[in-house]
Protein backbone atom coordinates (compact mmCIF):
# COMPACT_ATOMS: atom_id res chain seq x y z
CA UNK A 1 0.00 0.00 0.00
CA UNK A 2 1.09 3.58 -0.86
CA UNK A 3 2.09 6.06 1.95
CA UNK A 4 2.07 9.14 1.09
CA UNK A 5 4.04 11.31 3.74
CA UNK A 6 4.06 14.55 2.28
CA UNK A 7 2.33 16.41 -0.41
CA UNK A 8 3.23 20.19 -1.17
CA UNK A 9 4.68 22.94 -3.50
CA UNK A 10 7.65 25.22 -3.71
CA UNK A 11 7.77 28.41 -2.69
CA UNK A 12 9.10 30.36 -5.98
CA UNK A 13 12.51 30.79 -6.57
CA UNK A 14 14.96 31.41 -9.20
CA UNK A 15 14.88 29.04 -11.71
CA UNK A 16 18.38 27.08 -12.19
CA UNK A 17 17.76 26.72 -16.23
CA UNK A 18 16.47 29.97 -16.86
CA UNK A 19 17.51 32.31 -14.97
CA UNK A 20 15.10 35.19 -16.09
CA UNK A 21 12.08 33.05 -14.88
CA UNK A 22 11.19 31.77 -11.15
CA UNK A 23 10.62 27.71 -10.75
CA UNK A 24 8.33 26.30 -8.09
CA UNK A 25 7.85 22.40 -7.78
CA UNK A 26 4.88 20.24 -6.68
CA UNK A 27 6.24 17.45 -4.40
CA UNK A 28 5.31 14.22 -3.06
CA UNK A 29 7.09 11.85 -0.66
CA UNK A 30 6.08 8.11 -1.06
CA UNK A 31 6.70 4.79 -0.14
CA UNK A 32 5.51 1.60 -1.86
CA UNK A 33 4.45 2.88 -4.72
CA UNK A 34 3.50 0.09 -7.53
CA UNK A 35 4.73 0.04 -10.71
CA UNK A 36 1.67 0.56 -12.54
CA UNK A 37 0.58 3.88 -10.36
CA UNK A 38 4.03 5.26 -11.12
CA UNK A 39 3.68 4.72 -14.87
CA UNK A 40 0.48 6.87 -14.28
CA UNK A 41 2.83 9.35 -12.72
CA UNK A 42 5.16 9.38 -15.75
CA UNK A 43 2.45 9.97 -18.00
CA UNK A 44 1.22 13.07 -16.29
CA UNK A 45 4.88 15.15 -15.81
CA UNK A 46 6.24 13.48 -12.63
CA UNK A 47 10.29 12.37 -11.96
CA UNK A 48 11.52 10.49 -9.02
CA UNK A 49 14.81 10.97 -6.71
CA UNK A 50 14.60 8.60 -3.88
CA UNK A 51 11.37 8.55 -2.41
CA UNK A 52 10.71 11.77 -3.45
CA UNK A 53 8.68 12.53 -6.42
CA UNK A 54 8.42 16.32 -8.21
CA UNK A 55 7.34 18.19 -11.21
CA UNK A 56 7.35 21.85 -12.51
CA UNK A 57 4.22 23.80 -10.90
CA UNK A 58 5.84 27.02 -12.05
CA UNK A 59 3.38 30.11 -12.11
CA UNK A 60 4.54 32.14 -15.16
CA UNK A 61 6.15 29.72 -17.07
CA UNK A 62 5.38 26.11 -18.75
CA UNK A 63 9.25 25.89 -20.80
CA UNK A 64 10.15 22.42 -18.76
CA UNK A 65 8.57 20.20 -20.81
CA UNK A 66 8.46 16.66 -20.14
CA UNK A 67 10.06 14.22 -23.37
CA UNK A 68 9.38 10.50 -23.87
CA UNK A 69 10.73 8.33 -26.66
CA UNK A 70 8.44 5.44 -28.82
CA UNK A 71 11.14 2.83 -28.15
CA UNK A 72 10.33 0.93 -30.96
CA UNK A 73 9.88 3.91 -33.28
CA UNK A 74 13.45 5.27 -31.99
CA UNK A 75 15.72 5.83 -35.10
CA UNK A 76 18.84 6.38 -34.29
CA UNK A 77 21.79 9.38 -36.18
CA UNK A 78 24.80 8.60 -37.73
CA UNK A 79 26.24 10.00 -34.60
CA UNK A 80 24.67 7.75 -32.29
CA UNK A 81 24.96 4.59 -33.71
CA UNK A 82 29.09 5.82 -33.86
CA UNK A 83 29.06 6.21 -30.23
CA UNK A 84 28.32 2.55 -29.72
CA UNK A 85 31.28 1.35 -31.89
CA UNK A 86 33.62 4.10 -30.08
CA UNK A 87 32.28 2.13 -26.69
CA UNK A 88 32.49 -1.51 -27.88
CA UNK A 89 34.92 -2.14 -24.89
CA UNK A 90 32.43 -1.07 -22.41
CA UNK A 91 31.05 -3.64 -20.42
CA UNK A 92 27.46 -2.81 -19.15
CA UNK A 93 26.12 -4.66 -16.05
CA UNK A 94 22.56 -4.15 -14.84
CA UNK A 95 21.32 -4.22 -11.20
CA UNK A 96 19.47 -3.32 -8.25
CA UNK A 97 21.00 0.40 -6.90
CA UNK A 98 23.90 0.12 -4.56
CA UNK A 99 26.36 2.02 -2.95
CA UNK A 100 30.34 1.48 -3.24
CA UNK A 101 33.27 3.52 -3.04
CA UNK A 102 33.68 3.59 -6.29
CA UNK A 103 30.29 5.08 -6.56
CA UNK A 104 31.05 7.86 -4.62
CA UNK A 105 34.12 8.63 -6.46
CA UNK A 106 33.21 8.57 -9.80
CA UNK A 107 29.81 10.90 -8.53
CA UNK A 108 32.53 13.41 -6.68
CA UNK A 109 34.85 13.26 -10.24
CA UNK A 110 31.83 14.17 -11.92
CA UNK A 111 30.94 16.64 -9.94
CA UNK A 112 34.10 18.53 -9.57
CA UNK A 113 34.53 18.49 -13.18
CA UNK A 114 31.12 20.14 -13.75
CA UNK A 115 31.66 22.18 -11.51
CA UNK A 116 34.77 23.88 -13.59
CA UNK A 117 33.98 23.03 -16.46
CA UNK A 118 29.72 24.65 -16.03
CA UNK A 119 30.08 26.27 -12.94
CA UNK A 120 27.52 23.72 -11.05
CA UNK A 121 27.73 24.21 -7.75
CA UNK A 122 30.20 21.29 -5.15
CA UNK A 123 29.74 20.02 -2.40
CA UNK A 124 31.42 16.87 -1.12
CA UNK A 125 28.90 14.13 -1.22
CA UNK A 126 28.34 11.38 1.87
CA UNK A 127 27.05 8.26 1.87
CA UNK A 128 24.27 9.53 3.83
CA UNK A 129 23.52 12.01 0.78
CA UNK A 130 23.62 9.50 -1.79
CA UNK A 131 21.59 7.09 -0.50
CA UNK A 132 19.11 9.50 0.24
CA UNK A 133 19.40 10.73 -3.72
CA UNK A 134 19.25 7.01 -5.14
CA UNK A 135 18.59 4.29 -2.36
CA UNK A 136 15.75 5.54 -0.38
CA UNK A 137 12.72 3.84 -0.72
CA UNK A 138 13.85 0.23 -1.94
CA UNK A 139 11.37 0.41 -5.16
CA UNK A 140 11.41 -2.77 -6.86
CA UNK A 141 11.53 -0.98 -10.18
CA UNK A 142 14.70 0.63 -9.55
CA UNK A 143 17.94 0.03 -11.26
CA UNK A 144 21.33 0.68 -11.96
CA UNK A 145 23.06 0.34 -14.88
CA UNK A 146 27.36 0.08 -14.28
CA UNK A 147 29.75 0.44 -16.93
CA UNK A 148 33.11 -0.15 -16.72
CA UNK A 149 35.96 -0.47 -18.72
CA UNK A 150 39.32 -2.68 -17.89
CA UNK A 151 37.29 -3.76 -14.91
CA UNK A 152 37.01 -0.37 -13.67
CA UNK A 153 33.75 1.42 -12.45
CA UNK A 154 33.53 4.55 -15.23
CA UNK A 155 29.58 5.43 -15.19
CA UNK A 156 26.29 5.32 -13.17
CA UNK A 157 23.17 5.25 -14.83
CA UNK A 158 20.18 5.52 -12.56
CA UNK A 159 16.79 4.09 -14.18
CA UNK A 160 13.58 3.42 -13.27
CA UNK A 161 12.17 -0.41 -15.34
CA UNK A 162 8.61 -0.34 -14.95
CA UNK A 163 6.17 -3.04 -17.02
CA UNK A 164 5.19 -0.33 -20.01
CA UNK A 165 7.87 2.16 -19.26
CA UNK A 166 11.24 3.14 -18.24
CA UNK A 167 12.56 6.45 -16.74
CA UNK A 168 15.99 7.95 -16.76
CA UNK A 169 17.33 9.62 -13.96
CA UNK A 170 20.29 10.62 -13.27
CA UNK A 171 24.00 9.43 -15.06
CA UNK A 172 27.29 10.35 -13.62
CA UNK A 173 30.77 9.39 -15.34
CA UNK A 174 34.45 9.25 -14.87
CA UNK A 175 35.27 12.65 -16.11
CA UNK A 176 38.51 10.89 -18.21
CA UNK A 177 35.63 9.08 -20.66
CA UNK A 178 33.92 12.36 -21.84
CA UNK A 179 35.74 12.42 -25.10
CA UNK A 180 34.06 9.05 -26.18
CA UNK A 181 30.35 10.79 -25.91
CA UNK A 182 29.35 8.58 -22.55
CA UNK A 183 25.86 10.71 -22.35
CA UNK A 184 24.84 9.24 -25.73
CA UNK A 185 26.23 6.16 -25.08
CA UNK A 186 24.19 5.51 -21.85
CA UNK A 187 21.23 6.48 -23.46
CA UNK A 188 21.24 4.19 -26.51
CA UNK A 189 22.00 1.53 -23.92
CA UNK A 190 19.27 2.18 -22.33
CA UNK A 191 17.03 2.31 -24.99
CA UNK A 192 18.89 -0.92 -26.36
CA UNK A 193 17.47 -2.50 -22.66
CA UNK A 194 13.73 -1.12 -23.08
CA UNK A 195 13.37 -2.49 -26.61
CA UNK A 196 14.68 -5.97 -25.69
CA UNK A 197 11.74 -5.84 -22.79
CA UNK A 198 9.44 -4.74 -25.04
CA UNK A 199 8.88 -1.55 -23.22
CA UNK A 200 6.82 0.63 -24.99
CA UNK A 201 8.26 4.50 -23.70
CA UNK A 202 11.20 5.57 -22.45
CA UNK A 203 11.22 8.69 -20.42
CA UNK A 204 14.52 11.26 -20.73
CA UNK A 205 12.83 13.57 -18.09
CA UNK A 206 12.56 17.61 -18.73
CA UNK A 207 12.98 19.36 -22.36
CA UNK A 208 14.19 23.03 -22.45
CA UNK A 209 14.02 24.58 -26.13
CA UNK A 210 15.70 27.71 -24.44
CA UNK A 211 18.50 25.30 -22.68
CA UNK A 212 21.74 24.57 -24.60
CA UNK A 213 22.97 21.69 -22.19
CA UNK A 214 19.50 20.06 -22.81
CA UNK A 215 19.48 20.08 -26.75
CA UNK A 216 20.75 16.69 -26.70
CA UNK A 217 17.51 15.23 -25.73
CA UNK A 218 15.81 16.48 -28.85
CA UNK A 219 18.23 14.58 -30.57
CA UNK A 220 16.54 11.55 -30.31
CA UNK A 221 13.70 10.94 -32.61
CA UNK A 222 10.75 11.02 -33.12
CA UNK A 223 10.44 12.12 -29.52
CA UNK A 224 6.59 12.86 -27.31
CA UNK A 225 6.05 16.26 -25.76
CA UNK A 226 3.50 16.55 -22.86
CA UNK A 227 1.52 19.70 -23.31
CA UNK A 228 0.55 20.41 -19.77
CA UNK A 229 0.52 18.89 -16.53
CA UNK A 230 -2.36 17.04 -15.53
CA UNK A 231 -3.81 16.44 -12.46
CA UNK A 232 -4.96 12.02 -11.64
CA UNK A 233 -8.50 12.70 -12.89
CA UNK A 234 -7.43 14.42 -16.34
CA UNK A 235 -5.69 12.41 -19.49
CA UNK A 236 -1.98 13.49 -20.15
CA UNK A 237 -1.38 14.64 -23.69
CA UNK A 238 0.99 13.68 -25.46
CA UNK A 239 2.26 15.10 -28.74
CA UNK A 240 4.55 13.77 -31.31
CA UNK A 241 7.24 15.87 -32.99
CA UNK A 242 9.97 15.93 -35.18
CA UNK A 243 12.70 19.20 -36.20
CA UNK A 244 16.05 18.99 -37.44
CA UNK A 245 16.82 21.79 -35.49
CA UNK A 246 16.67 21.46 -31.47
CA UNK A 247 16.48 25.18 -30.97
CA UNK A 248 13.68 25.59 -33.47
CA UNK A 249 9.78 25.23 -31.98
CA UNK A 250 9.67 21.61 -32.99
CA UNK A 251 6.90 20.61 -35.56
CA UNK A 252 3.70 18.51 -34.34
CA UNK A 253 2.97 15.52 -36.48
Known amino acids: MTLELLHDTSPPAECSYLPAETMSLEYKLLTDLPALDFEKFLERGWRRQ ?14 CRSLRVPVNEFQPTKSQRRSLKKNSDVQLVVRTPTLTSSHLWVYDAYHRDMSERRHWKYDPTTPEDYARSFLSGEFAFAREFLYFRHDQLIGVGLVDVLPHAMSSIYFYHDPDWRADGPGTYSIMKELEYARELGIEHYYLGYWIKENASMAYKHRFQPHEILQSYPSDEEQPVWQRTEATDPHKAPSPK
Do not use: T
Not at 50 to 63: E, L, V, W
Open 50 to 63: GISFFRPACPQCNK
